[in-house]
């Protein structure tokens, strides 16, 4: 029941700009922390950027720090992620998630690929 569509993955080239989108539903939205993954090939699966349930607290990982921003609107069932100044380093599938005490769920994921 749960579903999670991430939408506005794409090609950029460096230093450019892209904004994701998770359209959620099948659970109360507002009462859950979302957050953002990414996953480049060969690579574990990384942590990104999390949002707590109002939007009042939001962290991210290190290496996207200050270029990230990552925001809800709990009225549209919706949590975005501006991405700018993009670094090749950043290409990667990109996935929504929310967590429970029962499962996990994850989104069908976005490719954005940064390159020349």
């Known amino acids: 029941q749960v579903q999670l569509v991430e939408s506005g993955g794409g090609f950029v080239q460096p230093g450019g700009s892209l904004r994701l989108s998770c359209t959620a539903s099948g659970f109360t939205f507002s009462r859950y922390r979302m957050n953002w993954y990414r996953q480049a090939p060969g690579k574990e699966r990384e942590l990104v950027a999390t949002?707590?349930?109002?939007?009042?607290?939001?962290n991210y990982a290190d290496s996207v720090k200050g270029r990230f921003t990552i925001s809800r609107d709990n009225a549209r069932n919706t949590v975005s992620m501006q991405m700018n100044d993009l670094k090749p380093e950043d290409t990667a599938v990109y996935y929504c998630?929310?967590?429970?005490?029962?499962?996990?769920?994850w989104g069908q994921g976005t490719q954005v690929t940064v390159s020349s």
């Open positions: 998630n929310v967590q429970n005490s029962w499962n996990e769920y």
């Open positions: 949002i707590s349930s109002t939007g009042g607290s939001t």
